[in-house]
T-cell receptor
Framework: GQQLNQSPQSMFIQEGEDVSMNCTSS?????WLWYKQDPGEGPVLLIA?????ELTSNGRLTAQFGITRKDSFLNISASIPSDVGIYFC?????????????FGQGTRLTINP | EAGVAQSPRYKIIEKRQSVAFWCNPI?????LYWYQQILGQGPKLLIQ????????DSQLPKDRFSAERLKGVDSTLKIQPAKLEDSAVYLC????????????FGSGTRLTVV
């Protein structure tokens, strides 16, 4: 099935550093979403992007919807220990004739205090 | 607002056995989704309901998986018979109208098939 290519797969950083991750696809999406998943929990929505070129912030998080509608990135500034987890991008669009939400493989973020 | 409720949280079964998962979506959410998340991967959609009708089940292995949402509220997902490769977390999500900003996920059921 359709895959989103998310990178990097994992990151090991020091507390206070900035983080950047991105997602690319061969298909066009109408909406890009970024989720965070903690161990034993379901994904929680962080940011939603609805227009190509849109740049949206949520506290220390900033995400952009690529102009081509085939990519998106997420930045986290001044990381703190509670940012640890797995971050997923997801694209919402019409695939094989139906509206579908497709997830990337995830970026596992580890923070050294 | 209560979240999406799922049960059980964990299940261990032997291959070829049957198993069922239950999901109660957020009140008023017409759209319900079941996702399969294999360890180290992102969630993959298995089936999407709009009220009690199936909107998309193109990635549901219908020879062994079935799902229903009889009254348009809660839903069950069944696997019969289970295979080793079915070991995964099964996530249920709901949304008000199928629009992106309304997706809310439950905590999932972790299935281990031995």
């Amino acid at each position: 099935g359709q895959q989103l290519n998310q990178s990097p797969q994992s990151m090991f950083i020091q507390e206070g550093e900035d983080v950047s991750m991105n997602c690319t696809s061969s298909s066009i999406f109408n909406t890009w979403l970024w989720y965070k998943q903690d161990p034993g929990e379901g994904p929680v929505l962080l940011i939603a992007l609805y227009k190509a070129g849109e740049l949206t912030s949520n506290g220390r998080l900033t995400a952009q919807f690529g102009i081509t509608r085939k990519d998106s990135f997420l930045n986290i500034s001044a990381s703190i220990p509670s940012d640890v987890g797995i971050y997923f991008c997801a694209g919402l669009g019409v695939l094989q004739g139906a509206q579908k939400l497709v997830f990337g493989q995830g970026t596992r973020l580890t923070i050294n205090p | 607002e209560a979240g999406v409720a799922q049960s059980p949280r964990y299940k261990i079964i032997e291959k070829r056995q049957s198993v069922a998962f239950w999901c109660n979506p957020i009140s008023g959410h017409a759209t319900l989704y079941w996702y399969q998340q294999i360890l180290g991967q992102g969630p993959k959609l298995l089936i999407q309901f709009q009220n009690n009708g199936v909107v998309d089940d193109s990635q549901l292995p219908k020879d062994r998986f079935s799902a229903e949402r009889l009254k348009g509220v809660d839903s069950t997902l069944k696997i019969q018979p289970a295979k080793l490769e079915d070991s995964a977390v099964y996530l249920c999500a709901s949304s008000f109208s199928g629009r992106s900003y309304g997706y809310t996920f439950g905590s999932g059921t972790r299935l281990t098939v031995v």
